[in-house]
């Protein structure tokens, strides 16, 4: 059997395909080793997140993709391309029918270049999707009513967080500070304060099982291992879930002033309506513990964490190929003479 119809959120850390009437099949982080000499791809996805910093000279593990756009167009091509054909299978004669998500606010050069590296990799058609309406559908929201929903989707490279309305983004913005921000901020933390040098799994690691956006119940401690600044050997410390919230204050606080900015942007009708329905957080940030208590403390309005997060756009791509008007109507979709 043939699969036709494909979503892909094709995200800075992580790619989830959809696939029409499975479900979500692949979840992916955006890696791939390449050998410098040949030019060969030597792994993508999980075995090549494993090779991060720990690769020989000839070999380099590359993420292609960064702050939600595309940095390397060649790689990304390949990656998108391993992707589709392990997903829905190589074949010469039956070409998926493609949606892909971006971020709200890409410029059209952004567009242009997901849209061919999607067609190169196998596309018979490709759409464009911004991620805070795919959120929106995934996390079983309905989109086309006249009430206003704001979503903040908080991804690896990217936040969007947007008011809907109808099918459509009222108000918008996008800022790149999301989870790869967070792993920076614990990296500078621990060299600041323990002069202690880690990599960004380490980082991501300490993000995940201890890492806190609001005061915890209890404290909860980690080892963290690095190398010393000050004598050059491995060296290994407790970490408490204080500091990490100490360390994530920075960033933490752009996103909460994104999203003020976009509820004074937004118009009274649908503010009245957000703060009956309140918001909704979808995207792997969605998943560090206290962000919906402190994004819900800055805007005084209540926040829930959908259900998957993490899939949610993949599923809203997906679902969104059987609404061909939705598509159309779709800004990113309707193209513009290139002069």
Known sequence: MAFTEVGIDLGTANVLVYIKGKGVV????????????????LAVGEEARQMLGRTPANIIAVRPLRDGVISDYDITERMLKYFI????????????????C??????????????????????????????????AIGAGLDISKPDGIMVIDIGGGTTDIAV?????IVTSASVKVAGDKFDDAI??????????????????EMKMTI?????????????????????????SIEITSREMMEALDEPLQVICDAAHSVLERTPPELSADISNAGIVITGGGALLHGIDKRIEERTGIRVTVAEDPKSCVAIGTGKALNEFDMIEKNSLNQRRPYI
């Open 26 to 41: 692949l979840n992916e982080p955006s890696v791939v080793a390449v050998n410098k000499d040949t030019n060969e791809i």
């Open 85 to 100: 054909r392990k997903t829905c299978g190589q074949s010469r004669f039956f070409k998926p029918r493609i949606m892909v």
């Open 102 to 135: 971006v971020p709200s606010g890409v410029t059209e050069v952004e567009k242009r270049a997901v849209r061919e590296a999607a067609t190169m990799a196998g596309g018979k058609a490709v759409y464009l999707m911004e991620e805070p309406v795919a959120a």
């Open 164 to 168: 809907i309305s109808l099918g459509g």
């Open 187 to 204: 990296i500078k933390y621990m060299r600041k304060e323990h002069k202690l040098y880690i990599g960004e799994r380490t980082a991501e």
């Open 211 to 235: 890492g806190t956006a609001y005061p915890r119940e209890e404290i909860i401690t980690q080892e963290c291992r690095g190398r010393d600044l000050v004598t050059g050997l491995p060296k």
